[in-house]
């Protein structure tokens, strides 16, 4: 098992920035795939991006392509989200997931056993 603490949300205009970051603790990160979901009040959670355990392989939802940047320091046991551009329609709760002892990645939401308790973001137009 994994534990998962994100940071760095907040309320930013539209057209900002900011960076996520997904601390993790236990053995399965480093050999682990990881994601980002983010859901909005009233909606479902959605996959964002997820990227495999070697940082080799990345995947975004389409809304986000050219905008976002997920990256993982293994050495750190750490996962980030560089969210550029941003918009109303991003704002959500952002949580990270991983799979566990499972090194590719997934856009699937029930394929990742561990979960972050989410960070807000909020984009005002």
């Known amino acids: 098992q994994v534990q998962l603490v994100e940071s760095g949300g907040g309320l930013v205009q539209a057209g900002g920035s900011l960076k996520l970051a997904c601390t993790a603790s236990?053995?399965?990160?480093?050999?682990?795939?990881m994601g980002w979901f983010r859901q909005a009040p009233g909606k479902e959670r959605e996959f964002v991006a997820t990227i495999s355990w070697s940082g080799d392989t990345t995947w975004y939802v389409d809304s986000v392509k050219g905008r976002f940047i997920v990256s993982r320091d293994n050495a750190k046991n750490t996962l980030y989200l560089q969210m550029n551009s941003l918009q109303p329609e991003d704002t959500a709760n952002y949580y990270c997931a991983a799979r566990q002892f499972v090194a590719t990645p997934s856009k699937t939401l029930s394929d990742y056993g561990d979960w972050g308790q989410g960070t807000q973001v909020t984009v005002s137009s």
């Open positions: 236990g053995r399965t990160f480093s050999t682990s795939a």
